[in-house]
């Protein structure tokens, strides 16, 4: 009888402690707006996988074309962004912090504003709450460069 209950008692120390587990790797947290040093992400960059980057974009591709002469959605068509200043897809009606901005689409600029958009340009029109792993980021930056025809 005792021991049984010293069992139950285990047990449930075990399920307690699980959950406290599980709760450490739930996705809680905000995203991370805390974006990596230059030379990390150029590193990042130059090993990212467009491929991987792809998937990733099915997050954007409600809201987002990417050929060019695309359609523009709830956001504007992004063919020809890298180089190009924020505010600029022809046709597409922005806020007036976009157009406010002095933005201009690098690499490095779209991985702070992926990282969370609200903290990049706060006011900004673009519901989507950012993507906290930087390897994430530097994989769909990659594809977005391959399907926007970002000059290398
Ligand atoms: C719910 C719709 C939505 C989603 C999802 C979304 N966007 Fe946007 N995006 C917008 C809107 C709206 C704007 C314009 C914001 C404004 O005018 O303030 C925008 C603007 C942008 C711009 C600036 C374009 C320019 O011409 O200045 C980039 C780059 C961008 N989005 C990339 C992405 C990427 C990459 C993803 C996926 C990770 C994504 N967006 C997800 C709606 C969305």
């Not at 200043?85 to 690499?107: D, M, R």
């Not at 792993?133 to 290398?152: F, H, V």
Request: net charge neutral; aromatic share 6%; hydrophobic share 45%.
């Amino acid at each position: 009888m005792l021991n049984s209950l010293r069992v139950c008692l285990a047990v449930l120390g075990l399920g307690v402690l699980l959950s406290a587990c599980a709760d450490d790797g739930a996705p809680a947290a905000p995203p991370s707006t805390a974006v990596v040093s230059p030379a990390e992400f150029q590193a990042l960059l130059a090993a990212a996988d467009p491929d991987k980057g792809q998937v990733l974009f099915l997050q954007c591709r409600a809201c987002h074309s990417l050929e060019a002469g695309g359609a523009n959605k709830v956001g504007p068509n992004l063919h020809g962004v890298f180089g190009r200043k924020a505010g600029l897809a022809p046709g597409y009606a922005y806020s007036e912090v976009i157009l406010q901005s002095s933005i201009v689409w690098s690499a490095a600029t779209l991985d702070e504003w992926l990282a969370r958009p609200s903290d990049f340009l706060p006011g900004n029109r673009m519901v989507f709450v950012g993507i906290r792993s930087p390897g994430d980021r530097a994989n769909l930056i990659a594809y977005l460069q391959r399907e926007t025809g970002a000059k290398p």
